[in-house]
């Protein structure tokens, strides 16, 4: 009897042992899935490269955007591309074609565009010997923490002070504008006065006065001799009436 209570006391235990081995399982699991997404996001972060942007201060002459991203390809995985049309567009009647003067690529890999612009800086652009840019040489420059998002700030505040100075303009315009009007508008008011004035003379025959100006040198010596004649009147007043008193009559 004793032997079978031993059996069935370890048949009564393993299953419990089971039992919590089958409770620590989904335990286990859970940690391992938060394991795998933390491997997943690390993965996914050592994956991303960061995108980079080279500068090119000219641009060879007759090429365009599928041209330039033909021949950058060759080198790294480009994104998006920005040329400057030129200011003097559509001047020159025969020229064929858009005229760039500067550009930008972005290229995936911030590496790419590190070493592509160290390598071809200075370098002939090549290709095919009829073509007009074989001759022409590259001047690129990597923009070191320089992101697309800066170069569509820049170009917004670029349209900003064009249209502030072309307000500027238009309200100086339109300042002379209305003071030549005034102006205008003053002569013709004077003139209808003269006219008037003239008229109104004619009629009434009114004196028109004349003011000669005097000199003042003759004004001055003039003032001397008025003050000579006053001084002689006096003194030979002064001694007449002395005598009188000496010699009453």
């Known amino acids: ?21 089958e409770e620590e399982q989904p335990t286990s699991s859970i940690d391992q899935s938060e ?11 050592k994956k991303k490269p960061i995108p980079g942007v080279i500068y090119l201060s000219r641009i ?7 041209i330039i991203r033909s021949y950058f390809d060759q080198y790294g995985q480009t994104g998006r591309i920005y040329l400057q049309l030129s200011k003097n567009e559509g001047k020159h009647k025969r020229e064929r074609g858009p005229k760039y003067t500067e550009g930008w690529i972005e290229f995936k890999s911030k590496r790419d565009a590190k070493l592509i612009a160290k390598q071809l800086n200075n370098q002939q652009v090549g290709g095919r010997r009829r073509t007009p840019w074989y001759d022409d040489i590259w001047n690129i420059k990597y923009l070191s923490k320089f992101r697309w998002t800066h170069l569509h700030e820049r170009f917004q505040y670029e349209n900003e002070v064009r249209k502030k100075r072309l307000r500027q303009e238009v309200l100086q315009a339109k300042r002379e504008a209305n003071l030549y009007i ?3 508008e003053k002569g013709h008011k004077l003139r209808k006065l003269e006219k008037k004035m003239k008229t109104s003379s004619e009629d009434l025959n009114i004196r028109e006065w004349h003011y000669d100006q005097q000199d003042p040198y003759e004004a001055a010596k003039q003032r001397k001799i008025k003050k000579k004649d006053q001084q002689q009147q006096q003194s030979t007043g002064l001694t007449e009436n002395l005598l009188k008193q000496i010699f009453p009559s």
């Open 1 to 21: 009897m004793s032997k079978k209570r031993k059996i069935s006391s370890s048949e009564n235990d393993e299953p419990e042992e089971e039992e919590e081995e």
């Open 35 to 45: 394991a795998n997404d933390k491997i997943v996001r690390i993965s996914e972060t």
């Open 60 to 66: 060879p002459n007759k090429m365009n955007v599928t």
């Open 182 to 184: 005034e102006n205008v």
